[in-house]
């Protein structure tokens, strides 16, 4: 045993050298496509800055750190999120996981995700006309991306987990030559996210990475672009348990995530969430060096409905600078 956990702790400190090292070699080329990748979907995540690589602890990390589902203490754990987002986008997701035989073979998880980006009007160059000009009828944007996940604890402080995605978006269609056939600009593929949980000797302190949407290049006709590759280091922080106050009926936790996006500079999401009862929670977060979010809030309620059958609904908020605020909605039931 002691020297498995030698071996993990190996590891660990291997992956925390690497990563930096990986994040400065790779050049930004600040744009990348499938941008409905980035969108956070969890309220509870969001409210909290974002700052979702270690507190993930239900179906919705299977949207944040697929290592996370190996902590789910149900059998089924399920997930509705509603995203209404700026500009009448709308995204939509599920998230499932299974954890059979208390998680002796792991947890299993899939998730949808879905991007609803409304109706546009088509048009195309007609010269002789007096626009310039016509038209060539509405059409309505699509993306989404599927995933199926495994995470498992290799020890009662070390979790891993992954997913694979496969991915699909269609952005209408287009003449690249003047009278010739109007092209179809659809992408589809497959993308990867990596991550891990390490519960440290100190109770109540937990840190923990993971990889993003690592796939390889997309193309629409001549333009080739990239996935929205993604770096996060978390910590989070059991205020009450790092008191020695474990059985109290109130919880504050504290955590703060590093991220190293490919197509900006490094960002910092900062969040706290304070549970009283075990069933009422508030929350609020911060997004540091975005270019237009910042404040984050929400709030979320955790209730036993039945015998083994638990419901939690949960709300967020979150400012957009220029553009209209963000909310974000999610019913979940476990099992």
């Known amino acids: 045993m002691k020297n498995k956990k030698q071996k993990i702790s190996k590891i660990i400190f291997v992956l925390m050298i690497l990563i930096p090292t990986i994040n400065y070699s790779q050049v930004k080329l600040a744009q990348t496509g499938l941008q409905f990748?980035?969108?956070?979907?969890?309220?509870?995540?969001?409210?909290?800055?974002?700052?979702?690589?270690?507190?993930?602890?239900?179906?919705?990390a299977l949207f944040y750190n697929p290592a996370g589902i190996a902590r789910v203490n149900s059998t089924y754990d399920i997930i509705f999120n509603r995203?209404?987002?700026?500009?009448?986008?709308?995204?939509n997701a599920v998230g499932i996981t299974y954890k059979p035989y208390s998680g002796l073979y792991g947890t299993f998880g899939l998730s949808i995700l879905s991007a609803d980006y409304g109706d546009f009007y088509g048009t195309t160059v007609a010269f002789g006309t007096p626009a310039g000009y016509i038209n060539t009828g509405v059409f309505s944007p699509k993306a989404f991306a599927?995933?199926?996940?495994?995470?498992?604890?290799l020890t009662d402080r070390f979790s891993i987990g992954g997913q694979v995605k496969y991915l699909d978006q269609t952005l209408g269609s287009n003449i690249i030559t003047a009278g010739g056939?109007?092209?179809?600009?659809?992408?589809?593929?497959?993308?990867?996210?990596f991550g891990m949980i390490y519960s440290t000797p100190i109770r109540g302190f937990d840190f923990g990475m993971t990889i993003n949407n690592f796939a390889q290049d997309f193309e629409y006709q001549q333009y080739e672009f990239e996935a929205p590759l993604t770096f996060?280091?978390?910590?989070?922080?059991?205020?009450?348990?790092l008191a020695g106050m474990s059985d109290s009926d109130q919880k504050l936790l504290i955590v703060a995530d590093a991220i190293h996006p490919r197509d900006y500079s490094e960002h910092l999401d900062l969040g706290a969430e304070y549970t009283f009862y075990k069933m009422f929670s508030f929350r609020v977060g911060y997004k540091v060096n975005y270019s237009e979010q910042g404040f984050t809030a929400g709030i979320g309620m955790n209730y036993d409905i039945f015998t083994n059958i638990n419901l939690r609904v949960s709300y967020a908020y979150e400012a957009f600078g220029i553009w209209d605020n963000v909310q974000l909605f999610s019913v979940g039931f476990s099992l």
């Open 181 to 193: 056939p109007a092209l179809k600009n659809e992408v589809s593929g497959l993308a990867f996210d």
């Open 37 to 60: 990748l980035e969108i956070g979907m969890s309220p509870r995540a969001e409210a909290m800055g974002g700052a979702y690589v270690i507190s993930g602890n239900d179906a919705d």
């Open 146 to 153: 599927i995933g199926l996940s495994y995470g498992k604890q």
């Open 232 to 241: 996060r280091v978390g910590v989070s922080f059991n205020v009450f348990e």
């Open 83 to 91: 995203v209404q987002w700026f500009a009448d986008i709308n995204y």
